[in-house]
């Protein structure tokens, strides 16, 4: 079964109908008839109003809340970075920090209440079913490269931008681009928000940028070229470390300045460095193009 929220649903239904020795009798035709209508009027209300795709930029707010509980079932969740500290038992602690034989629960931490975005990508995670119930590699890799790369929940071709993912024994080390989206899912994960496996725990590394000295340097590749063989001009790359760009474009004067504060990963490997000024802006922050280097004003 393929499942898209592009693909368009049934607008007919499945009739109902009288067994052929009833057929002459106009109650009971009458009876079908009129149900088949019914029922054709439900399905007709369900497909053309706007609460059935929560995609919609018009399913917001507290509409989004009433739509997700009351048909789904499914609650805003709480995004929190909580740890819970459980102290109990002789000579756990040193004297007098606990009372003899006491038990004491601690928690520190941070929480906050999922935005519209968030909420509609958890919505989309559980309610997906193109991928299957059976827990695999691949349905882990789908399921979070929608959530990260699907902005409010939207469906997309999850093979284009797939996710580093690592097992060793019932540990998956997940790799992408940093940024509040993948801090969500890290949070989402592992307070078991959503729905995976309780047998296996997930460790998060988040890619970003570094500023190394006044040159941009990236942890690890990912999703980025290795190599400018076949990169079109102006293209960047992860050169070993460092970002580079292909040469042969000269960038354009009214370019808007690219910072390197408010940048992260994906956005710059779709934005290209063609733009980025050859000479050093002397801007602080600034990305310019040091001789096919990217660099740091």
């Given amino acids: 079964m393929i499942e898209s929220f592009a693909t368009t649903p049934l607008q007919t239904i499945i009739p109902s109908y009288l067994y052929q020795e009833y057929s002459d009798d106009p109650d009971l035709q009458a ?36 739509l997700a509980q009351g048909v789904y079932g499914i609650s805003r969740p709480i995004l929190s970075n909580q740890t819970k500290y459980v102290t109990s038992g002789y000579n756990s602690v040193p004297y ?11 928690s520190s931490g941070l929480s906050s209440i999922a935005t519209d975005d968030i909420y509609k990508r958890v919505l989309t995670w559980i309610l997906y079913r193109g ?3 059976v827990f695999t590699m691949q349905w882990l890799k789908n399921r979070i490269s929608r959530f990260i790369n699907g902005p409010n929940g939207s469906d997309l071709p999850v093979l284009n931008l797939p996710p580093s993912i690592t097992v060793s024994g019932n540990t ?11 801090t969500a899912l890290n949070q989402l994960i592992n307070n078991r928000s959503i729905p995976v496996p309780f047998q296996y725990d997930f460790v998060f590394v988040g890619v ?6 006044g040159v941009l340097q990236m942890s690890s590749p990912l999703d980025y070229p290795t190599t400018s063989t076949g990169l079109a001009a102006g293209a960047i790359w992860y050169n070993g470390g460092t970002v580079s760009v292909v040469p042969g474009i000269t960038p354009s004067p009214t370019a808007p300045a690219v910072y390197f504060a408010s940048l992260d ?15 050093n802006p002397a801007n602080t922050g600034q990305l310019w193009n040091n001789g096919g280097l990217v660099s740091i004003s």
């Fill in 96 to 106: 007098d920090t606990l009372e003899y034989d006491g038990l004491l629960y601690e």
């Fill in 265 to 279: 990963p994906a956005t710059f490997l779709s934005l290209g460095g063609g733009n980025l000024p050859l000479t």
């Fill in 172 to 182: 998956f080390t997940i790799s992408s681009f940093a940024g509040p989206v993948f």
């Fill in 31 to 66: 009876f079908v008839n009129s149900q088949n209508m019914l029922a054709q009027g439900y399905l007709d209300w369900f497909t053309g109003t706007p609460l059935g795709l929560y995609v919609s930029p018009n399913i917001t707010g507290s509409l989004l809340d009433w």
């Fill in 208 to 213: 970003s940028f570094i500023n190394d000295g």
């Fill in 131 to 133: 991928d299957g119930q």
